[in-house]
């Protein structure tokens, strides 16, 4: 009787655990939306205030209306004093990965390890991700142009197969650049 119990319990385990390797893909959350600073953990993530965020990345420089540049290839676009949109790019490598720790010159298997197989994007040089916050799932295309913030998107750019390019904004953003 006792063996039958403890093969029930490593049998929980077992399935608990495999169930669990799954869980991490399935939501997108704000702070899935984010960087990591490698040196220190302090993270940047959608809807942080800029303040908070420049604790983390110092000053930037504005570059366009609303998007500032900051050292080690870190871009931020801010609407209402808040994070909206994130990009990386190649000088952030050694400095900065996301928060499910994809990073610059990785090749896309290894973003999708990190992020799942939704990707609905037609091309082998672009990885999308694009999650619709309030219904709480991936989606299988890319939206239509929409006012709502309420779909998060991240995308991934390859060069000969590594990313160059990493990006996280809102559907308001993507749609209209503000």
Do not use: W
Not at 109 to 131: A, M, N, Q, T
């Amino acid at each position: 009787m006792i063996r039958y119990f403890c093969l029930l319990i490593l049998l929980i385990l077992v399935l608990g655990g495999c169930r669990g390797g799954d869980e991490q893909t399935e939501k997108f959350t704000k702070e899935d939306m984010g960087i990591v600073r490698i040196d220190n953990g302090q993270k940047v993530y959608y809807g942080m205030n800029r303040a908070d965020a420049e604790e983390v990345l110092g000053t930037g420089q504005e570059h366009a209306r609303g998007v500032f540049e900051y050292d080690s290839g870190i871009a931020v676009f801010y609407r209402d004093d808040a994070v909206v949109a994130i990009r990386m790019e190649e000088e952030s490598k050694g400095h900065y990965q996301t928060t499910r720790g994809a990073e610059i010159g990785m090749e896309i298997g290894e973003i999708k390890k990190r992020y799942g197989e939704y990707d609905p994007s037609p091309s082998d040089d672009i990885l999308e991700y694009f999650y619709d916050n309030k219904k709480g799932k991936f989606l299988e295309k890319s939206p239509p142009k929409t006012e709502s913030p309420d779909i998060f998107i991240f995308s991934s750019m390859f060069d000969d197969g590594y990313a160059d390019t990493l990006l996280f904004m809102d559907s308001y953003y993507a749609s209209y650049g503000k």
